[in-house]
């Protein structure tokens, strides 16, 4: 084909004939006979064969098209919580917003994680997109696949292509305390009424020993 897309065979003799399109790295072949002869495509989307067409002498058939559609592919991931604090994923969070946008910044999609954690983009033309996540409240983010911004990732697709393992992790504060109370009956428990003890200085020490807080 030309740059147009045109292609012609010529001094044909009469006779039956059938036509082959070698579909392209990256494409699919589009619906077959969906419409008005001259403008549909007659390609099989499994072969890329037409039927038959019988020419007689003088015959000129030029009816005979294929239409292509980019293969697209899928961008997926999970979202997962990070409970001891060293930035990989322990469980799942359900409800998370994910939102695929393209290279502009222009959202395309969005979905919402699942039960597991899981986000999926199907029918996702190729090109290049980032993945986006809102925490839920209480949540931030602490790491993701690509090591950049925590809270978005950056995807390549190629045509048909599938990109997965684009995960997040997210975290939540814990907290730490209590009450200083008066034991006026020394008896180690606190009970009703008794007082606590305001400006007694509480540290918060780590694994180490050392204070850091």
Known sequence: TNAQGDYLFTNLDAGTYSVE??????????STDTGADGTDSDA?????RTGTYTLQGGDDNRTVDAGLVVKTGTISGVVLEDRDNNNSGDTPIAGVTVVLKDAAGNPVA?????????????????????????????????????????????????????????????????????????????????????????????????????VVG
Not at 44 to 48: F, K, L, R
């Open 110 to 210: 969005s979905t919402t994680t699942g039960a597991d954690g899981s986000y999926s983009f199907s029918d996702v033309p190729p090109g290049n997109y980032t993945v986006e996540q809102s925490n839920l409240p209480t949540y931030s983010d602490v790491a993701d696949t690509d090591g950049g911004n925590p809270n978005v990732i950056s995807v390549t697709l190629p045509a048909g292509g599938t990109s997965s393992g684009n995960n997040f992790v997210d975290e939540r504060k814990a907290t730490l305390g209590d009450r200083v109370f008066l034991d006026a009956d020394r008896d180690g428990q606190q009970d009703a009424g008794e007082a606590g003890v305001a400006g007694v200085t509480v540290n918060l020490l780590n694994a180490a020993g050392s």
């Open 21 to 30: 399109f070698v579909k392209p790295n990256g494409f699919d072949f589009t």
């Open 44 to 48: 099989i989307q499994t072969t890329g």
